[in-house]
């Protein structure tokens, strides 16, 4: 039994590129995990500019990890409070 095509079938197309869709996804992850990093750091610069300082100089980002464990132990105690 032999088959053949119809005279009707159109050539297959190759699959369009997603290079487009991969490069946006790769962006907007990007995207998303800088953004809370750029807002540390203006937040840094803003409120303690010696620490801001400290960690550009050394490169070390202990004092950063200090500044927020204690913005944040002032924010649970504020909120403890409060209840």
Known sequence: ???SNPKT?????QPKSRLMAR???IVSVG??????VAA???WLLISDPVTAAAVME???L???LV?????????????MSAL
Not at 9 to 13: C, V
Not at 31 to 36: G, H, Q
Request: proline letters at 8%; hydrophobic letters at 55%; a positive charge.
């Open 67 to 79: 500044a927020l464990a204690k913005i944040l132990g002032k924010t649970i105690s504020a909120v």
């Open 9 to 13: 079938d159109r050539p297959r197309q």
């Open 40 to 42: 540390l750091s203006l």
């Open 23 to 25: 490069l946006f996804s």
């Open 1 to 3: 039994m032999s088959f």
């Open 58 to 60: 050394r490169g070390d």
């Open 31 to 36: 995207a998303v995990v800088l953004a809370p």
């Open 62 to 64: 202990l004092p950063v």
